[in-house]
């Protein structure tokens, strides 16, 4: 797999990277073995986790599979810090729900240092290459924010400092100040707001761009053109709000003209529209999840796939906003 240089750092990372935030609900410890190892015999090396997804679940599976199962060496672990899983125990007393998992948001320097000291602990490393502030917190002084990264990538926990859930002024202001190398944000054929204002404020920064959700929802893959799967996150309930509000008229536009040059390449619609989003400016990977090896499968496709600039365009035009 093509290595990609971050923005104007050193950083090398593949243009697919492999999100984790399916694993520990969706995605059982024995699927994500066999993905990671996958992944990685393919070159991949990007890895994205989180300590709040699936409460904590994802990087704990993570955590089992480094060393044994793939040498830590070969991966760019990819974590973050800010936001946090916080269990609420359900009362006592008969017919009372379960307990809940909430997330709480402190990017205090205490509640960062915390956080990244207890995920190196875990995964059994003295470092993260790329450690993200995970959530803009008006309550925490942005210089505080930015000394504290500092600090991280000084003391040698840290390789490379980024971001996510900024955007655009969020991040030029702390990039401005603090040294900022990764910006991760949702950026895909139907999520193009990023070109506004965010990546070029990336750009100007010398910030590597790492576009999530460049699928979609799996929207992409044209699973919901004839209705939703029993089996797809339009179908869950903490999901299918977000999925059935994005099946607009914009959505089949797209989606049919993936299908019509998926066909002509003897590809998947999931593959164009990978290929579409990782030769975009600015962008030096994609994080996508698979929800088994099957779809990590068609993930991987994408990687010797390069479209005509005929095509590129087309999809360019009908994706376009109007409004």
Same mark, same amino acid.
């Given at each position: 797999?093509?290595?990609?240089?971050?923005?104007?750092?050193?950083?090398?990372?593949? +243009?697919?990277?492999?999100?984790?935030?399916?694993?520990?609900?969706?995605?059982?410890?024995?699927? &994500?073995?066999?993905? *990671?190892? &996958?992944?990685? /015999?393919?070159?991949?090396?990007?890895?994205?986790?989180?300590?709040?997804?699936?409460?904590?679940?994802?990087?704990?599976?993570?955590? /089992?599979?480094?060393?044994?199962?793939?040498?830590?060496?070969?991966?760019?672990?990819?974590?973050?810090?800010?936001?946090?899983?916080?269990?609420? $125990?359900? $009362?006592?007393?008969?017919?009372? !729900?379960?307990?809940?998992?909430?997330?709480?948001?402190?990017?205090?320097? +205490?509640?960062?240092?915390?956080?990244?000291?207890?995920?190196?602990?875990?995964?059994?490393?003295?470092?993260?290459?790329?450690?993200?502030?995970?959530?803009?917190? $008006?309550?925490?002084?942005?210089?505080? =924010?930015?000394?504290?990264?500092?600090? @991280?990538?000084?003391?040698?926990?840290?390789?490379?400092?980024?971001?996510?859930?900024?955007?655009?002024?969020?991040?030029?202001?702390?990039?401005?100040?603090?040294?900022?190398?990764?910006?991760?944000?949702?950026?895909? *054929?139907?999520?193009?707001?990023?070109?506004?204002?965010?990546? !070029? &404020?990336?750009?100007?920064?010398?910030?590597?761009?790492?576009?999530? @959700?460049?699928?979609?929802?799996?929207?992409?893959?044209?699973?919901?053109?004839?209705? =939703? !799967?029993?089996?797809?996150?339009?179908?869950?309930?903490?999901?299918?709000?977000?999925?059935?509000?994005?099946?607009?008229?914009?959505?089949?536009?797209? =989606?049919?003209?993936? =299908?019509?040059?998926?066909?002509?390449?003897?590809?998947?619609? *999931?593959?164009?529209?990978?290929?579409?989003?990782?030769?975009?400016?600015?962008?030096?990977?994609?994080?996508?999840? @698979? +929800?088994?090896?099957?779809?990590?499968?068609?993930?991987?496709?994408?990687?010797?796939? /390069?479209?005509?600039?005929?095509?590129?365009?087309?999809?360019?035009?009908?994706?376009?906003?109007? /409004?």
């Amino acid at each position: 797999m093509e290595q990609r240089t971050v923005g104007r750092s050193g950083l090398r990372v593949s +243009r697919i990277g492999l999100a984790t935030h399916t694993w520990g609900s969706h995605t059982d410890a024995d699927e &994500a073995s066999v993905q *990671l190892v &996958a992944f990685v /015999e393919a070159g991949g090396t990007l890895v994205d986790t989180s300590p709040a997804y699936a409460g904590g679940g994802a990087q704990r599976i993570l955590a /089992e599979l480094l060393g044994d199962l793939v040498s830590r060496d070969d991966l760019v672990l990819s974590g973050c810090a800010g936001i946090a899983p916080r269990v609420t $125990p359900a $009362p006592a007393g008969p017919a009372v !729900p379960d307990a809940t998992t909430r997330t709480t948001i402190d990017t205090s320097r +205490r509640a960062l240092l915390r956080q990244l000291d207890r995920t190196l602990l875990e995964f059994g490393t003295d470092h993260l290459d790329i450690w993200n502030v995970a959530v803009w917190d $008006p309550r925490t002084p942005l210089d505080e =924010v930015a000394a504290t990264l500092d600090q @991280a990538v000084r003391t040698g926990k840290v390789r490379y400092a980024g971001v996510r859930g900024f955007n655009a002024w969020q991040l030029a202001s702390l990039a401005a100040i603090a040294p900022i190398s990764v910006a991760q944000t949702p950026y895909s *054929l139907l999520a193009r707001d990023a070109e506004l204002d965010f990546v !070029p &404020a990336a750009l100007h920064h010398g910030v590597g761009v790492v576009a999530s @959700a460049p699928l979609a929802g799996g929207i992409l893959t044209g699973k919901y053109r004839d209705g =939703v !799967p029993a089996d797809s996150r339009g179908a869950d309930e903490a999901t299918a709000a977000d999925i059935r509000s994005s099946l607009d008229e914009r959505a089949t536009r797209v =989606v049919d003209a993936l =299908v019509t040059a998926a066909d002509g390449l003897g590809t998947s619609p *999931l593959a164009v529209a990978l290929a579409w989003i990782r030769d975009r400016p600015g962008v030096a990977s994609m994080i996508v999840g @698979a +929800r088994d090896i099957g779809q990590l499968t068609g993930v991987l496709a994408a990687e010797t796939l /390069e479209l005509p600039r005929a095509i590129a365009a087309a999809l360019d035009d009908v994706s376009a906003r109007t /409004e």
